[in-house]
């Protein structure tokens, strides 16, 4: 099917997916070029494809300038699909939860590292960027496709899964190096926001703090870097 | 002394500040903010400090108007400084040695990460970021007025070195695992390009290639997630 028109209806809502609150209302998002269709299509998420050149595979055929008009890149790709929002799964033995994390760099980089540490579950709190904003997707390099994320409350989150999961905060000042704690089979890590660290209200829920050796006239470390190397710890200890 | 014409000398040459060109040209570069000022203050490193409230210290007063010309942010800060590049500092035992990154967000993830790990050097390559882009200083949290970063034709950097370090250059496929290699006491790690990863040309200065141990189906890390990892196992290592 071909559409010229950039006032066609079909248009207006690929355009809409671009923002949160509609993403949310129809559950579907938007994805650009070929690696992350790629990816998307290994998971079965896909919806339609749209694309402006007739010799690509495509469910809908626009013009240059509508492509322009769905695409966040500089240089657009061929094509762009629209997907369905990913299924919530059971939670396995490795959680990383996310405290109002704003960097959409930030998330795609955790995802990443999740996956390659074989933590399978994220959970992100209601204050956390979206997920499928274009730059998470793009940051996380098709990895969202293979990972569970989920949306939650973290204070009712943390109460249901107390009693199963050991909780480890980072804390520069009461943490214990991550190296000399013992970790149980079910671990929970949580990661706090980039400038204030982990919420107040949600420290109480902490089975130990940890923390990462380093020069301590450093601050602090990027909030996806500080993740990443505890999961890696967590990974190198199986 | 007090400016309030857009068309001011002064004015035009530090807005000129946000082209690598003419910093280049002069030697210095513009900062925002009071914690990226306090740490170039340490650093002794400040020409001229530049505010639109008259309450603040500053060295130029200027109209709300201008300050929104000079800052690259949001919500402007209450003080911009011009700074003097930094001076090279003679080599220490443990360099990171950056080819080709592009994203300023990971040039500055990458310098805390050094100073946290207690890597004292940074070379970059020729087609590296400009360490004086305004994203690298605000992710690098000011870390940067702390570092010695030089930028270098990196094939002659490493044929001068080649013989007092060992050159650590990661490679997904050959690599060894990074715990099973010897650490010398000098010894420089090249990190590559996002997508890339280290150029060919440069790969024949390998001392040892090397990798980080993660789940096999994730292609790679982030770059600064993975410099990071290796700049903490040998620091973990010393």
Known sequence: MKIESLSNSRVKEWEKLKTKKYRDETGLFLIEGEHLIKEAEKKKVIKEIISYKEQEEADFYVTEQIMKKLSSQVSISNRIAICYKLEEEPLKDKILILDNIQDPGNLGTMIRSALAFDFQDIVIGTD????????????????????????????????????????????????????????????????????????????????????????ESVESLNAGVAASILMYELYERK
Chains 1, 2 share one sequence.
């Open 128 to 215: 956390t960027v979206d997920l499928y904003n274009e730059k998470v997707i793009r940051a996380s390099e098709g990895m969202l496709f293979h990972i569970n994320v989920v949306r939650k409350d973290l204070k009712d989150f943390l109460n249901k899964i107390k009693n199963d999961y050991q909780i480890l905060i980072t804390d520069v000042r009461k943490g214990k190096n991550i190296k000399d704690i013992s970790i149980q089979k079910k671990v929970a890590l949580i990661i706090g926001n980039e400038g204030n660290g982990v919420k107040e209200e949600l420290k109480k829920y902490a089975t130990s703090f940890i923390k990462i050796n380093m020069n």
